[in-house]
């Protein structure tokens, strides 16, 4: 059923962006899952498919989209409009949380490593997709 809403949203994404957009939406969701499942076996030892490295970077970027709609709902709700100290401290270690728990649950491992692989999972992806915007700017 995961699978279905991954291919459902990459479609809708599809039909609603340019091709350009779309391409290169298709080509990072590629990268991204790659990365995931290069650096789940480096670290936890775990072979995993596309299609769980897919369905575990989809959960976890839904999980950060509800972590991030709760933290606009209380922004809205409480007027407290900018976050300074220890208060963003603790709303980036919120977001990791959701983030890596996308992780722990669609790969199936401990918490620990589905942290240490989404922060690196993140870092390379980062540089991986700056690289291809480059590349795709220079053609």
Do not use: H, W
Request: charged residues 10%; contains cysteine.
């Amino acid at each position: 059923m995961q699978y279905l809403v991954i291919v459902g949203a990459l479609f809708f994404a599809a039909l609603v962006l340019p091709l350009q957009a779309s391409l290169v939406l298709l080509m990072g969701f590629i990268v991204i899952t790659s990365i995931v499942r290069m650096f789940t076996k480096l670290v936890v030892d775990v072979e995993v498919t596309a299609g769980e490295a897919a369905k575990a970077v989809s959960i976890a970027f839904a999980l950060l989209g509800v972590a991030l709609f709760t933290l606009l709902s209380f922004v809205k709700g409480t007027g407290v409009s900018s976050f300074l100290g220890l208060s963003v401290l603790s709303v980036l270690a919120a977001l990791m949380l959701c983030y890596s728990l996308g992780f722990k649950i669609g790969l199936r491992i401990p918490l620990l490593p589905a942290m240490i692989v989404a922060g690196l999972s993140t870092v390379v992806s980062a540089v991986a997709l700056y690289l291809l915007k480059r590349v795709m700017n220079a053609a």
